[in-house]
């Protein structure tokens, strides 16, 4: 007879970084940064719609390479089989993170002009299924997956245990969230970076106090964006 575990919303984890060097930790974390900076700046030169996403991918290659390389397992970094408490907290991030989108919208309005829906980057989608396909596609596998791996999964655990103090935690959470927002700037401005920023605050948290489950944040991270490019498929 096995012994399970009692189901906890609320639960604490090893942080899959606590064993590494911080000297060498700290070189990934510069690698990654820079790789994601550089890789976007050279991009931009050549297909700037697209130049986030590719750098994602050189950033997402360096993450994965650094964990297979120090036995860090997908498992550890937050694909867990616990499907129950994996759904109720896809519920509960897509419920707060509608509270989220709108109360940071309507502080973004105080100090940014909100942009218009026909955003040059992505195209006129409306009307346009193959085009808004496209986009829907590249948004579940770069921002769904792509970006909660290297936002949450690698640089939330690695400043936290960079750093290891009291406030280690918060810094780790409110830094991610800085960079991401700030990433966004160049094609939703100072408006959609808010709203970015608010957004990765709260994945941030999210991810600390579910045990580190990281399948929630890509499920509402993909269909937030999914719901985006339909919204402009039909005009709305």
Same mark, same amino acid.
């Given at each position: 007879?096995?012994?399970?575990?009692?189901?906890?919303?609320?639960?604490?984890?090893?942080?899959?970084?606590?064993?590494?060097?911080?000297?060498?930790?700290?070189?990934?974390? /510069?690698? /990654?940064?820079?790789?994601?900076?550089?890789?976007?700046?050279?991009?931009?030169?050549?297909?700037?719609?697209?130049?986030?996403?590719?750098?994602?991918?050189?950033?997402? /290659?360096?993450?994965?390479?650094?964990?297979?390389?120090?036995?860090?397992?997908?498992?550890?970094?937050?694909?867990?089989?616990?499907?129950?408490?994996?759904?109720?907290?896809?519920?509960?991030?897509?419920?707060?993170?509608?509270?989220?989108?709108?109360?940071?919208?309507?502080?973004?309005?105080?100090?940014?002009?909100?942009?218009?829906?026909?955003?040059?980057?992505?195209?006129?989608?409306?009307?346009?299924?193959?085009?808004?396909?496209?986009?829907?596609?590249?948004?579940?596998?770069?921002?769904?997956?792509?970006?909660?791996?290297?936002?949450?999964?690698?640089?939330?655990?690695?400043?936290?245990?960079?750093?290891?103090?009291?406030?280690?935690?918060?810094?780790?959470?409110?830094?991610?969230?800085?960079?991401?927002?700030?990433?966004?700037?160049?094609?939703?401005?100072?408006?959609?970076?808010?709203?970015?920023?608010?957004?990765?605050?709260?994945?941030?948290?999210?991810?600390?106090?579910?045990?580190?489950?990281?399948?929630?944040?890509?499920? /509402?991270?993909?269909?937030?964006?999914?719901?985006?490019?339909?919204?402009?498929?039909?005009?709305?």
């Amino acid at each position: 007879m096995t012994n399970k575990k009692p189901f906890k919303l609320f639960s604490k984890s090893k942080n899959p970084y606590e064993d590494i060097n911080n000297k060498k930790l700290l070189n990934q974390v /510069v690698i /990654v940064f820079v790789l994601l900076n550089s890789m976007r700046f050279i991009f931009d030169f050549i297909a700037w719609q697209v130049a986030g996403p590719i750098s994602l991918f050189f950033g997402l /290659v360096a993450v994965w390479y650094y964990n297979k390389k120090n036995n860090i397992t997908w498992r550890l970094l937050g694909f867990k089989k616990e499907w129950l408490k994996t759904i109720l907290w896809i519920f509960i991030t897509l419920v707060i993170a509608l509270f989220v989108i709108i109360f940071a919208g309507k502080l973004a309005n105080i100090f940014f002009e909100k942009l218009p829906r026909e955003n040059i980057r992505f195209g006129n989608l409306e009307g346009n299924i193959g085009l808004t396909l496209s986009w829907v596609t590249l948004g579940i596998a770069a921002g769904g997956f792509g970006e909660e791996i290297v936002y949450r999964g690698f640089f939330v655990n690695a400043i936290e245990k960079l750093i290891n103090k009291k406030m280690g935690i918060a810094i780790a959470i409110l830094l991610p969230a800085l960079f991401w927002g700030l990433r966004h700037f160049y094609f939703s401005g100072g408006h959609g970076s808010i709203v970015v920023f608010s957004i990765g605050l709260l994945f941030g948290i999210i991810y600390i106090i579910n045990g580190r489950n990281i399948w929630p944040l890509i499920f /509402v991270h993909a269909l937030i964006d999914t719901s985006s490019f339909v919204l402009r498929y039909y005009g709305l």
